[in-house]
């Protein structure tokens, strides 16, 4: 597949990540118990996997073994992330979720910052992302569902403005020519 069609699949699915979690909030306010809330859920993650693939291709020239574990790591991070959420009152998986979860953002942070293709302001953006979903692990395994909730809920206002900012990246093309051996800011 071409680098282009990569990425502009890649920039839907983060737009559409963004707007799926969007109404995900909007049908647990409206119909807390009809369902509509854990289909949008599920379809919101599944929705992020192009992303993710698309941020490996941005990152493989710069660093094939920490961008292949940043896609390797969001598996099982989507997949715990779905059992959580059809799960809400699992505390023990709310926790592994969220320390599992704050992996990829974590690893594709800490590449943008070193990639000269990325803005630097959208690795801080991840890099916060992760870790508010680390410290919502941590709180919550400490025994502070409050803490648990604040990091949780941190973590996705911050993986809501790293998508919508990553969709804006990658449908305006700005990844489409990226070659082997591109620039980074070490």
Known sequence: MPESSVFRL?????????????????????APT??????????????????????????????????RLGLVAWVPAAALDIASLLSPGNIGLFALDNLVFAVPF????????????????LGWVALVTGAAYLLAGVATVAGSQ?????????????????FAWLS???L???????????????
């Open 34 to 67: 009809s369902g509509v809330s854990e289909v949008l859920a599920v379809v919101g993650v599944g929705a992020l996997t192009p992303a993710f693939y698309g941020l490996y291709r941005a990152h493989r020239h710069e660093s094939v073994g920490w961008s």
């Open 106 to 121: 974590l690893v594709f942070g800490g590449l943008a910052l070193r990639s000269a293709p990325m803005p630097r302001a």
């Open 10 to 30: 890649a920039g839907w699915g983060a737009f559409a990540g963004v707007v799926l979690m969007v109404l995900f909030f909007v049908a647990l306010a409206a």
């Open 168 to 170: 804006r990246l990658f």
């Open 172 to 186: 305006t093309g700005r990844f489409a020519g990226l070659q082997e051996g591109s620039v980074s800011r070490r």
């Open 146 to 162: 409050v803490g648990g909730m604040i990091g949780g809920l941190g973590g996705l206002v911050f993986m809501l403005i790293w």
